[in-house]
């Protein structure tokens, strides 16, 4: 096995981890989708379908039933009410009791204004659809009774209460608190549905998210991937990728429902129960876009009514913060397969430390670098020296080629003696590289979705961590690359085929020296800065420790030829001397 075997299968093993980290669903999601697959296959019909509404009371069939006309004049009545907290800025539309506008106050959105969970033209969250005995009555219309007006909450102790009630004709009786805190993402909402002694029979009732989770970023192409839901069924965290989602039918989930979120790249919309509920959740897509909503339907169990207290989280998607608040809300975040999640928070938890002491998120991606560097020192440095090793023998491996080329067989014996010979092996440059691959994908997933990097500014014209920089506008756009002028990955490109000029001297292998440079500038152009920042920095590195080797290299050859000179000296004064000798009288000889 040759060096270019060995940079091939190298190539080849980050470029497969590298395709599944970014493309491909991870192990959970391919089990939750083949387990939906499954279930629908055993009913026989699509879910949408079903004639029985899942998690009805056992025994009770809901008919198909009509549904309840709203009073249409009661639309003048309607109006807005707006609550401000140190945090958060929401507006509450008394018509439907929704929710029509979540802004984050402490985030800098797309407009330079705050980040909007919300878009201004979507429809309302926490729409409410009753089914009773009498027919299905879709509160989404109906205009409730505030207790209050706006609310301005101004310290992180304070907290306020609105509450929304609606008497309708029938006999049902709607009511919502919603409760807001001065230091907190959360919303507190209180919901009861009751019936009087005249009013029908309550069976389910659903509350639907339907605005989803809006964009946030100023390249929407970057947050695509991250668009979805996530949802905690016992003690599984199952994630639904927008694009995955069927547009007709949906996803449904079920099995002990603890929360369910809508989610970006960097923010989350949540639905958590006060206790695990026996609720089914269907996620449904938004049309053609790449977002979904939800659709959360709960059985009665008592006809007379029913209440439920659940928390509304309108948050960052900050590690800490989400553990402080409990639930496992943390489990929104994706930091990869199981088995790369330790190595994940290990990593986010350091980059946070060091942010303590060090206010530039670049300099701490730097030093996470250079820890890096150091931790796997001794490995990288066996790696690259056994690489130089086998290409000093390249040459004999060659003629053992060219020798046997008709006896795979001897070849292969005579090559490993000449490897045991000069004690060179031959994996020994390949498991190195492959026991950093797990700390790679790692960094990759807490830098690609830490939320920190975000408006994180680094130096001159890198304002965005979690951006590609621009330098400048391109007057026309590029196949791949776009309309910007990014430095980072030309310079990180310019790195690797300096560090491959440095390690390749097989003239066979000098197309490598600009192939693989040139596919990782277009692979790595269009990603976040802070991701790109972090491997320009590990190839210089590289270089600086591929310099220190061949100076060591050469140290070593200079001391192993001077033996052999020293030797050579000698034995030319040797012969002057024994010359000498020869042209001198014999002496003579005494008894």
């Known amino acids: 096995m040759d060096r270019r075997a060995l940079l091939a299968i190298l190539i080849s093993t980050f470029l497969i981890i590298l395709y599944q980290v970014v493309f491909l669903p991870s192990p959970e999601e391919r089990a939750a989708q083949e387990q939906a697959a499954m279930e629908g296959a055993q009913e026989g019909a699509p879910v949408a379908e079903e004639a029985t509404a899942p998690g009805a ?6 008919p198909a039933l009509p549904e309840v006309a709203v009073d249409e004049e009661e639309d003048l009545d309607a109006r807005r009410i707006s609550v401000t907290t140190p945090l958060l800025f929401a507006e509450l539309d008394t018509r439907g009791g929704l929710i029509r506008a979540l802004d984050l106050l402490e985030f800098e959105g797309r ?12 429809p309302g969250g926490l729409g409410l659809v ?3 005995a009498a027919g299905e009555v879709d509160l989404r219309g109906v205009v409730f009774t505030a207790s209050g007006g706006s609310i301005t909450l101004r310290g992180p102790d304070e907290e306020a209460t609105l509450r929304l009630e609606k008497s309708l004709a029938g006999g049902v009786r709607v009511a919502r608190e919603f409760v807001f805190h001065g230091d907190s993402y959360r919303i507190d909402v209180r919901q009861t549905i009751e019936r009087d002694a005249t009013g029908p029979e309550i069976f389910s009732y659903r509350l ?10 100023e390249d929407p192409d970057q947050e695509k991937r991250e668009m979805g839901a996530v949802t905690a069924l016992g003690d599984k ?3 639904d990728r927008a694009g995955k989602v069927n547009a007709e039918e949906g996803v449904l989930r079920t099995g002990g429902v603890r929360w369910t979120a809508v989610k970006n790249k960097y923010f989350a919309v949540a639905l958590v129960p006060e206790s695990e509920t026996d609720a089914d959740v269907r996620i449904h897509r938004m049309g053609e876009e790449e977002r979904v909503y939800l659709d959360m339907k709960f059985p009665v169990r008592d006809p007379a009514g029913a209440r439920l207290d659940f928390a509304l989280y309108a948050t960052p998607l900050d590690m800490d913060l989400l553990k402080a608040e409990g639930h496992g809300l943390q489990g929104m975040i994706d930091l990869g397969w199981s088995w ?8 986010l938890v350091v980059m946070v430390f060091l ?31 056994s690489m130089k090793d086998m290409q000093k023998i390249q040459g004999q491996v060659a003629a053992l080629k060219e020798k046997y080329k008709g006896d795979a067989q001897r070849l292969n014996k005579e090559t490993w003696a000449l490897y045991k010979k000069e004690g060179v092996n031959p994996m020994s440059g390949c498991f190195p590289m492959l026991l950093q691959m797990p700390v790679f994908v790692a960094l990759y997933q807490v830098l690609q979705r830490t939320i920190a990097l975000r408006k994180a500014s680094f130096v001159w014209w890198i304002d965005d961590l979690s951006q590609p920089d621009v330098l400048a506008q391109l007057p026309a756009s590029l196949p791949f690359l776009g309309d910007n002028l990014s430095l980072l990955p030309l310079l990180m490109g310019a790195s690797m085929i300096f560090q491959q000029k440095m390690t390749t001297v097989d003239p066979r292998q000098k197309a490598m020296v600009y192939m693989m440079p040139i596919f990782f500038t277009v692979l790595f152009y269009r990603l976040p800065s802070g991701l790109v920042l972090y491997w320009l ?3 210089v590195f590289s270089i600086g420790q591929q310099y220190l080797i061949h100076r060591d290299d050469g140290k070593k050859e200079t001391k192993e030829e001077s033996p052999a000179a020293d030797s050579k000296a000698e034995n030319s004064s040797d012969k002057k001397r024994g010359k000498g000798r020869r042209g001198s009288p014999p002496a003579k000889e005494t008894s």
Do not use: C, Q
């Open 537 to 539: 920095v590990n190839n």
């Open 355 to 385: 942010h303590k002491y060090v206010p530039n998120y670049g300099v701490v991606i730097i030093l996470i670098s250079l820890l890096t560097k150091i931790l796997f020192y001794r490995l990288t440095h066996k790696s690259m020296k």
């Open 237 to 239: 965290v199952v994630r």
């Open 340 to 347: 790369i999640r330790p190595i994940s928070r290990l990593t």
């Open 208 to 217: 639907l998210w339907e605005p989803g989770i809006a964009f946030t970023e």
């Open 130 to 132: 009753v089914t009773t």
């Open 111 to 122: 407009d330079e204004g705050p980040v909007e969970l919300i878009g201004g033209d979507e």
């Open 57 to 62: 009371p056992p025994g009770l069939e809901e």
